[in-house]
């Protein structure tokens, strides 16, 4: 079992920062990849960016690629998303998740945080 728990969100202009958390408890962090993954009002849950367990690969969204970056720190058990440029476009409700069973395959997930940016 893995809990994941996000945090970080909230409102900000456009052109704006913010920096996503989401701490991980349960299985050992190192094993599993993680990712993010949002979903905007009316809209389905899409892919924003993935990172692999030793985090030596990351993977991205062309809608956000150059503007977000993934990263991890095992020692905390915690992964990262920096959102720098931000546009409206990029509200939603953002998810982390990890792939435990099977890399990829996204089988645990948090409750999601709020990013609104505001034009």
């Known amino acids: 079992q893995v809990q994941l728990v996000e945090s970080g969100g909230g409102l900000v202009q456009a052109g704006g920062s913010l920096r996503l958390s989401c701490a991980a408890s349960?299985?050992?962090?190192?094993?599993?990849?993680t990712g993010w993954f949002r979903q905007a009002p009316g809209k389905e849950r899409e892919f924003v960016a993935a990172?692999?367990?030793?985090?030596?690969?990351?993977y991205y969204a062309d809608t956000v690629k150059g503007r977000f970056t993934i990263s991890r720190d095992n020692a905390k058990n915690t992964v990262f998303l920096q959102m720098n440029s931000l546009k409206p476009e990029d509200t939603a409700v953002y998810y982390c998740?990890?792939?435990?069973?099977?890399?990829?395959?996204?089988?645990?997930w948090g409750q999601g945080t709020q990013v609104t940016v505001s034009s």
């Open positions: 998740a990890a792939d435990v069973e099977t890399p990829g395959v996204y089988d645990y």
């Open positions: 349960g299985r050992t962090f190192n094993s599993y990849g």
């Open positions: 990172i692999t367990w030793s985090g030596g690969n990351t």
